[in-house]
């Protein structure tokens, strides 16, 4: 009996874990990361540069975990770096939750 | 007689009041700045080192550029969504607009300026434009294999009214000559894996281009383009594991001096020498983030370079007679872009994220003033209107 609560514990932690979505201040700087920096390829609309267009309509038929790895990892044999260094898995599946809906401004 | 004399004065007087509020002007020191994020540019005066109009209307400005007119009054910028804008130094207004594509990475403009030449992501390929209306002159798609388009990077404009460019997803250099405006021919050459962006020489000569997907840098001579593109810097890596690159270097912008060009490495925290008179490696020098423009002053003896992201709030200054970094230094937040006034003495920075363009004096690298601009990119002055590849 504990030992399924132990269980069920621990997956309710791991899937809060991942859920929790970054505060507002940090969605800021992730919002501002990827216009600016992720915008020097991908462009500051998204609408696409040297990298592909990343508006929902592009990503409509894209995996969530396939672009969270994207842009966690980077693809390699392309120029898309990972950018594990400036965020968490988490953070990056936050991203790809925005870009799937609207990007924020 | 009477009414002669009044009439006259009449005129004279009309003449003054004319004169008094449009004073002539050149446009030798006079500038723009890129405001990427409002569709704005700021008009700059680079010896009162002071902004002196602002212009909005240009859409998405986000990593635009401008080249000018020979008489250096009329900007052209490419917009990054396929705006291209016309615009009076002197009048400060926009002369003539037109949308030319979907997806733009800037321009250039020929030798006799007549011509002006955009290049484009989507649909991938070149256009070129009557500089004085903005007509549409000619179009060359940038089809590297049947039914597929290459987006075009690192245009520029030779001798004889020919522009080069390479093909991101071709893998070549292109050469079109706009001889005949309205039917430009264009030779094919094999470059590399991935070329991110190019430059010509300054004297006309040699177009280089970068590449991303593997290590080198391929170079044509224009003088005699029958012996092909050829690969210089083969190998710079040596096979160790690249860093990552979190933004494109930028090839354009002189980065030849005294001999020698200083490049990018493309996955390495260094600037490349190579003596431009045999195109080996004479050099490496360390620096402190990837290079993303590596640009010399007019006259040569330094060279500046500022750096992709995280490191885009660094400036590191090479003097090339000492072959090393002799000043490194924090300007500011997101130095995206750096211009030198026409002989040098001072450099402008912007600094995206302050909001502020940066006025440095190279000599001393003493801070002389700044100007505020809405998260600014490129800065472009008029002095470029007289040099080959820019």
Known sequence: MSGTRLVFALFWLSTAAAATPPDAVRQQELVRLVRQDCGSCHGMTLQGGLGPALLPADLRDKSRDGLKAAIYEGRPGTPMPPWKQFMSEAEAAWIVDQLKSEFPR | ?390
């Not at chain 2, 210089?232 to 990552?244: A, C, F, H, S, T």
């Open chain 2, 1 to 390: 007689m009477k009414t002669l004399r009044a009439l006259t004065l009449i005129l004279a007087a009309a003449l003054l009041a004319a004169c008094g509020s449009t004073p002539l002007r050149g446009t030798g020191d006079l500038g723009l700045v890129i405001e990427r994020a409002s569709g704005h540019v700021t008009l700059v005066d680079t010896t009162a080192r002071q902004a002196y109009a602002r212009i909005g209307g240009l859409g998405d400005l986000s990593h635009a550029s401008a080249v000018y007119s020979r008489d250096g009054r009329y900007a052209f910028v490419f917009g990054r969504d396929g705006g291209l804008t016309k615009i009076d130094l002197l009048e400060a207004r926009i002369v003539k607009r037109v949308m030319q594509s979907g997806n733009a990475i800037g321009g250039s403009i020929s030798q006799d300026g007549r011509i002006v030449v955009a290049q484009n992501y989507t649909p991938g390929g070149i256009k070129a434009f009557d500089a004085e209306t903005l007509e549409l002159l000619a179009e060359v798609p940038a089809e590297y294999a049947p039914g597929k388009f290459s987006k075009v990077v690192g245009l520029a404009d030779a001798p004889g009214n020919k522009f080069a460019y390479a093909l991101f997803d071709g893998g070549e250099i292109r050469v079109t000559d706009f001889s005949n405006p309205r039917q430009p021919t264009t030779q094919r050459f094999p470059a590399g894996n991935q070329p991110y962006d190019g430059l010509v020489t300054p004297d006309g000569r040699y177009f280089l281009a970068g590449l991303f997907g593997e290590d080198g840098v391929a170079l044509l001579d224009l003088w005699q383009p029958e012996k092909g593109a050829r690969k210089i810097l083969e190998n710079y890596g040596r096979g160790q594991e690249k860093l990552p690159v979190f933004k494109m270097p930028h090839l354009r912008g002189w980065s030849v001096a005294q001999g020698k060009a200083y490049l990018p490495a493309i996955g390495r925290h260094e600037v490349l020498v190579v003596d431009v008179a045999t195109w080996k490696e004479v050099g490496r020098i360390p620096v402190r983030g990837q290079p993303v423009f590596v640009m010399a002053r007019p006259d040569g003896h330094q060279v500046w370079v500022n750096f992709a992201f995280p490191d885009n709030g660094k400036m590191d200054v090479i003097d090339t007679l000492a072959g090393k970094v002799v000043h490194a230094f924090e300007p500011g937040k997101g130095i995206l872009h750096m211009e030198f006034a026409p002989r040098g003495e001072t450099v402008w920075l912007s600094a995206r994220d302050d909001n502020k363009v940066l006025i440095y004096d190279t000599q001393r690298f003493t801070k002389l003033g700044e100007i505020a601009a809405d998260n600014p990119s490129g800065i472009f002055f008029t002095a470029r209107a007289a040099r080959i590849g820019f």
